[in-house]
Nanobody
Framework: QVQLVESGGGLVQAGGSLRLSCTLS????????MAWFRQVPGKDRDIVAV????????QYADSAKGRFSISRDNTKSTVYLQMNSLNPEDTAAYYC???????????????????WGQGTQVTVSS
């Protein structure tokens, strides 16, 4: 059974940085698209960034471009989200997701993903 375990969330001041990590077990990590989503209460879970198996296809939400960076280490079965220049609007629960289906373009929606982590809270204070 595939499991995803996230870490790295927390409380940070505006302008600060955090790095989230997500480790996959129970599957062959290099077979999966990996993504980060975020969700605030009462709203949909939205894509932040997605990365394909060999890191040559990466896509970011507009809100993340220029501030966030997604990367993966297939030897460690881990995907990362480096978040810089954080602002209070980035406050959310962040979720790691994995999908091994074939896609013509990077999967960007919650329904594309079969496996989810438990979420890690990121809170940015002003």
């Amino acid at each position: 059974q595939v499991q995803l375990v996230e870490s790295g969330g927390g409380l940070v001041q505006a302008g600060g940085s955090l790095r989230l990590s997500c480790t996959l077990s129970g599957g062959s990590f290099s077979n999966y698209y990996m993504a980060w989503f975020r969700q605030v209460p009462g709203k949909d879970r939205d894509i932040v960034a997605v990365i394909n198996w060999n890191s040559d296809t990466i896509q970011y939400a507009d809100s993340a471009k220029g501030r966030f960076s997604i990367s993966r280490d297939n030897t460690k079965s881990t995907v990362y989200l480096q978040m810089n220049s954080l602002n209070p609007e980035d406050t959310a629960a962040y979720y790691c997701a994995a999908d091994r289906k074939l896609h013509f373009s990077p999967p960007l929606y919650q329904y594309n993903y079969d496996y989810w982590g438990q979420g890690t809270q990121v809170t940015v204070s002003s």
